[in-house]
Nanobody, 124 residues
Framework: QVQLVESGGGLVQPGGSLRLSCRTS????????IGWFRQAAGKEREGVSC????????VYHDSVKGRFTVSKDSAKNTLYLQMNSLRSEDTAVYYC?????????????????WGQGTQVTVSS
């Protein structure tokens, strides 16, 4: 069955960096849309960055453009999110999600399978 396991979260100071990993299994990574989402306390879940299965096109939330980079290593069945220049407003639980259906962007309701999440806290 489809499984997604995130890792790499933690506490970091503003301006610092983290790299999240999402180890996947049970499906062909290159045949599924996949991405990163986050949910801060008291807020709705939002799309951070997603990769299209069709041509590898990436999309980013406006607030992370130029700071975050999504990538995947199909040989390792792993999705990554490199996060630089972190800000306090990036504090959230970060989730990896995927779907075998086509998506129109990085909208959480279009994704079927979710990991358990990893906490990212940006604070001095």
């Amino acid at each position: 069955q489809v499984q997604l396991v995130e890792s790499g979260g933690g506490l970091v100071q503003p301006g610092g960096s983290l790299r999240l990993s999402c180890r996947t299994s049970g499906f062909p990574l290159d045949s599924y849309d996949i991405g990163w989402f986050r949910q801060a306390a008291g807020k709705e879940r939002e799309g951070v960055s997603c990769i299209s299965r069709n041509d590898g096109t990436t999309v980013y939330h406006d607030s992370v453009k130029g700071r975050f980079t999504v990538s995947k290593d199909s040989a390792k069945n792993t999705l990554y999110l490199q996060m630089n220049s972190l800000r306090s407003e990036d504090t959230a639980v970060y989730y990896c999600a995927t779907t075998g259906w086509g998506t129109t962007g990085c909208k959480s309701y279009e994704y079927d399978y979710w990991g358990q999440g990893t906490q990212v806290t940006v604070s001095s």
